[in-house]
């Protein structure tokens, strides 16, 4: 079985569903706290490789990075452990991972026009928000440093 981490696309909807209800927000609203929450969830999945396969879905090459590290230090083999990545959105990330001996899995969107909006949607927020990845690397251009920087050290949790 593959269980495939992500982030959650649903972000800005799930603060507006809980703000309407009266509910707690369920998704952090400090990114340095969802980065590192999904590294700790990597790093649960991968203790759990003789079960299940790993699919980490990101752009972000500080997650990539960390999966990638946490893979070679515990000795898991490639065949349980995959990448997997949005068809057009990941720049030249497809090739340097590539190049690194791994080879990822693309998503591509295929269906209705109305939930193919919804999709697009959700892809423009998440590329536009002040805490992408994307927007930081690409239209930004924070330093390598600041990319990699380590969340857990900066969410105060640990
Ligand atoms: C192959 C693939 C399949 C996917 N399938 C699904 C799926 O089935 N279901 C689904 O819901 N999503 C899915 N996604 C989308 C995924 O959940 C992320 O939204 C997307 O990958 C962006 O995360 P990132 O690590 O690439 O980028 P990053 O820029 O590092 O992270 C962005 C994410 O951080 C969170 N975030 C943004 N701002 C804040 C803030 N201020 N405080 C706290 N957190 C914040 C949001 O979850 C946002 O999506 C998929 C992604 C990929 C690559």
Do not use: C
């Not at 990545?85 to 590539?98: E, K, N, Q, R, S």
């Not at 969107?109 to 919804?118: K, L, Y």
Request: proline content about 6%; overall charge positive; hydrophobic content about 40%.
């Amino acid at each position: 079985m593959t269980i495939r981490l992500v982030k959650g696309a649903y972000w800005d909807s799930e603060q507006i569903w809980a703000n309407q209800r009266n509910w707690p927000v369920p998704v952090h609203t400090d990114k340095r706290k969802t980065d590192a929450q999904f590294e700790r969830m990597t790093y649960r999945l991968l203790q759990e490789s003789d079960l299940i396969r790993t699919a980490v879905a990101s752009h972000n090459v500080r997650s990539l990075a960390w999966a990638m590290a946490l893979r070679e230090k515990m000795g898991i083999p490639q065949h349980r452990f995959e990448f997997q990545l949005l068809y057009g959105m990941a720049g030249t990330l497809p090739a340097a991972l590539v190049g690194m001996g791994y080879s990822p899995r693309f998503y591509v969107p295929v269906g209705e026009p109305i939930p193919g909006m919804a999709y697009l949607v959700r892809r423009i927020l998440e590329n536009t928000s002040n805490d992408s990845f994307i927007r930081k690397f690409f239209y930004q251009s924070v330093s390598p440093e600041g990319l990699l920087n380590d969340p857990k050290q900066e969410d105060g949790n640990e």
